[in-house]
């Protein structure tokens, strides 16, 4: 492919890594591994750790905050980044799937003298759920076209939202609460506890994994190359026989997996939810992590969900003169999301291809 | 599902909801106009209102007057009207201005792809917001009584008041003045040539940046007007009051066809009437999951909304 082949011939980091035979790029990618699941300890480092670790921080939580904002930040990125469809309710997956383990397992649910499921019970469960809202949701609205898209996803995260305070059987502001951890022990403590966030970030960080695999390879299967096709002119695609409405629900089916995922892991750790957790404005920060970070880009989203966790946590027990800056976080954020977006368009770390295709865009100015 | 609701309260909840969507109304042709002519969703548009709510409350306050403050004459009411409608169009028109100087004008230079202006908009709106729900504590603000809601005519038990009459007429009025302006004005005629096509339009001597700075100009301004209405309306706003209404205008425009002015108007009223009847029937929690299913419905089988997407044909 002519995208491998540029990543080869270019410079940079990425050029440098594309060069090199497999088992160097091997050992790299096993030694970034191995530095993620390191990461509850940088605090620890000299010098670089007091910085990135501030004594504000809660630092196992902002780390498995992290994780799941990059879950979703992955999702997104397959739905927008890869397939091109703007969907700007994605938190309303993260909610079924948070949901869903609730309803299954939380004794406040009125499902629970049926099931009383354990957690890893849930998972599969919650998850098929997540899907098929997937598939419910993009089945009459993937035949629209993109602006539209984006209005319709945004209504169905409202109408999740709306549904969750409304009805009793999803208990409003009041939430589900005793929600199980997930299994496991260690010399008979649970290894998932209360106070511990460590293994649930190292849960977190295993799933990702896990994601980053599939989706790649998915993106480099003959879905990936339709969702590119779609992408970039879903008329041509259509013409050149790919079926597009399958690939884009599948992007979407896919999407809402991962994003079922994270409010699956996400129900694990906090034990309650509730509707108030939900808000709108959820979804569209990540959106703004993925776009931030590169959208297309799998490591480009990756740094998009962990900024758009990391900036407002690190401001926290900062002050500037008499202002608290924790107060005004996401004020902070917007400006740096325009900051960001004016003087790199095409995100922080780009697909290769996009960055490409935004330099032609360049030249076609016209003069103004 | 209790129909009796909504037959008994038709005639109320239909004027109500008029009301309601003469503001909406308003404030969706802010989101119009930039999509007619960028083809964008100006995300920032709901801040740009909130800011004219709060800029009347601030106008107002330098009359001495809060939410306790006793109902004015008719004379100083007068006053307090203009002044605060002139404070609302003046915040607003200058904050939509600044938006597309700041996040938008700098991106098309470059241009840049369609999802980035997106998200700088998400930044301008997230970034207005919370400066103003920071500096108000997130505590809601009481505006004060400048016009007490007065019947004025009864048909059967449907009691029409001053304030629904003034914002009705208001909204009709400002859309009216907006739609010859658009159609009529040489100035009007360069925003339908820009949204039509801005490369010709530009070769012919348009200039496209004065034409796409109008268009944010008067967004701004109508979705001032709102704010005014909006204020008077409610009673109280909020940090939040711009995002909720927002995505209600954004709905409006696209179900009257976004890109067309009187689509706006007639996507507002038609929206603000059957959330009401919405309401009556299901109960008010479900106001708005009725006006995003009925968006589903008209899109899957007129997917230009009603009224098609028509800024830039010569008949808008």
């Known amino acids: 492919m002519s995208e491998k082949a540029s990543f080869r011939s270019s410079g940079g980091v990425r050029g440098w890594f594309g060069r090199q035979p497999w088992y160097i790029r091997g050992v790299v990618v096993l030694l970034a591994a191995v530095a993620a699941y390191l990461l509850p300890y940088v605090g620890d480092v000299p010098l670089i750790g007091p910085q990135i670790v501030t004594e504000g921080i809660d630092w196992p939580s902002a780390l498995f905050n992290m994780s799941y904002y990059v879950l979703l930040a992955l999702g997104l990125n397959v739905v927008v980044g890869y397939a091109g469809l703007l969907d700007l309710g994605y938190v309303g997956f993260f909610a079924v799937g948070a949901y869903g383990t609730a309803l299954l397992t939380s004794p406040d649910s009125i499902l629970y003298e049926d099931t009383g499921w354990k957690w890893l019970m849930a998972v599969p469960a919650a998850l098929v759920l997540t899907m098929i809202a997937g598939v419910i949701l993009g089945w009459p609205t993937l035949r629209l076209r993109g602006d539209y898209l984006a209005i319709v996803t945004l209504g169905f995260a409202e109408i999740i939202r709306i549904v969750a305070t409304s009805t009793t059987t999803l208990r409003g502001d009041r939430g589900f609460a005793s929600i199980p951890h997930p299994p496991g022990s260690w010399g008979g403590e649970p290894i998932f506890g209360v106070t511990d966030a460590i293994p649930y970030f190292w849960l977190g960080l295993t799933v990702i994994i896990l994601v980053i695999l599939g989706v790649r390879n998915l993106d480099r299967s003959r879905v990936g190359r339709s969702w590119l096709a779609i992408r970039e002119d879903e008329e041509a695609a259509e013409v050149m026989g790919v079926r597009t409405f399958k690939y884009k629900l599948w992007a979407f089916a896919i999407g809402a997996f991962i994003g079922g995922l994270g409010g699956v892991l996400f129900a694990g750790e906090q034990s309650f939810i509730n509707s108030q957790t939900f808000v709108l404005q959820f979804s569209i920060l990540v959106l703004a992590g993925v776009v931030m970070g590169g959208s297309g880009n799998m490591a480009g989203a990756i740094l998009g969900g962990v900024l758009i966790s990391y900036i407002p946590d690190r401001l926290r027990g900062l002050s500037f003169g008499d202002t608290d800056l924790y107060e005004y976080r996401f004020a902070i954020f917007g400006a740096a999301i325009i900051l960001i977006m004016v003087l790199r368009p095409q995100g922080l770390i780009p697909s290769r291809r996009r960055a490409m295709e935004l330099k032609d865009r360049e030249k076609e100015v016209a003069p103004q | ?316």
């Open chain 2, 1 to 316: 599902m209790d129909f009796s609701g909504l037959i008994d309260n038709f005639g109320p909840l239909t004027v109500t909801g008029l009301a309601q969507g003469a503001i909406i109304a308003l404030f969706a042709l802010g989101y119009t106009l930039v999509y007619g002519v960028l083809r964008l969703i100006n995300f920032a548009h709901s801040e740009v209102f909130l800011l004219g709510t709060y800029a009347c409350l601030f106008a107002w306050g330098l009359f001495g007057l809060d939410q306790n403050s006793a109902a004015p004459a008719v004379g100083p009411m007068l006053l307090y009207m203009l002044v605060g409608l002139i404070a609302a169009i003046i915040v607003s028109g200058a904050a939509a201005l600044t938006v597309e100087f700041v996040a938008y004008r700098p991106l098309r230079r470059r241009n840049a792809p369609p999802l980035a202006f997106l998200i700088t908009a998400i930044g301008a709106s997230l970034f207005i917001s919370e400066v103003v729900g920071v500096a108000t504590h997130r505590n809601q603000t009481g505006v004060p009584p400048i016009i007490q809601a007065r019947p004025v005519f009864t048909i059967g038990d449907t009691t029409v008041t001053n304030l629904q009459i003034l914002i009705i007429l208001l909204a009709l009025v400002m859309m009216f003045a907006l739609d010859r302006f658009i159609n009529g004005s040489r100035l009007g005629r360069g925003v339908r040539a820009v949204a039509q096509n801005p490369d010709s339009a530009a070769l012919m001597g348009v200039n496209k940046s004065r034409v796409i700075a109008l268009v944010f100009l008067l967004g701004g301004l109508m979705a001032g007007i709102a704010a005014v209405m909006y204020d008077l309306k409610i009673g109280v706003t909020r940090y939040d009051a711009g995002f909720l209404l927002g995505i209600d205008a954004f709905t409006a425009a696209v179900l009257g066809g976004i890109g067309n002015l009187r689509g706006a108007l007639l996507g507002g009223l038609l929206l603000g009437v059957l959330q009401n009847y919405a309401a009556g029937v299901f109960g008010s929690q479900w106001l708005h999951a009725a006006s995003f299913v009925l968006l589903v419905v008209i899109l899957l089988f007129r997917p230009t909304g009603l009224l098609g997407e028509s800024l830039g044909r010569a008949r808008a």
